[in-house]
Nanobody, 124 residues
Framework: QVQLVESGGGLVQAGGSLRLSCAVS????????TGWFRQAPGKEREFVAA????????TYADSVKGRFAISRDNDKNTVYLYLSSLKPEDTAVYYC?????????????????WGQGTQVTVSS
């Protein structure tokens, strides 16, 4: 069973930055592209960013483009999400997800494995 564990969340002031990490128990034929999603209270889970297995391709939600950056280190089985110029509206639980296909996906239903999430709170 593939497991994903997020870390790095916390409380930060507006304009600040954080780096989230997602440790994946194994990368194999069962886990290829990896994405980050977020869910704020009372809202649906929304796409943030995704990256292919070799890191050659990435995609971002318009709301975070230019402020967030996704990367990965396959030697460490870890995917990162660097958050900068944070805004109060970025406050949410951030989830890491992996899918069995090496194709970028922007919908939660396209992903097969999920972590438990890490809270990011941005104060104004």
């Amino acid at each position: 069973q593939v497991q994903l564990v997020e870390s790095g969340g916390g409380l930060v002031q507006a304009g600040g930055s954080l780096r989230l990490s997602c440790a994946v128990s194994e990368y194999s034929k069962t886990t290829q592209a990896t994405g980050w999603f977020r869910q704020a209270p009372g809202k649906e889970r929304e796409f943030v960013a995704a990256i292919t297995y070799n890191g050659a391709r990435t995609t971002y939600a318009d709301s975070v483009k230019g402020r967030f950056a996704i990367s990965r280190d396959n030697d460490k089985n870890t995917v990162y999400l660097y958050l900068s110029s944070l805004k109060p509206e970025d406050t949410a639980v951030y989830y890491c997800a992996a899918r069995i296909y090496n194709i970028l996906g922007t919908l939660p239903g396209q992903y097969d494995y999920w972590g438990q999430g890490t809270q990011v709170t941005v104060s104004s």
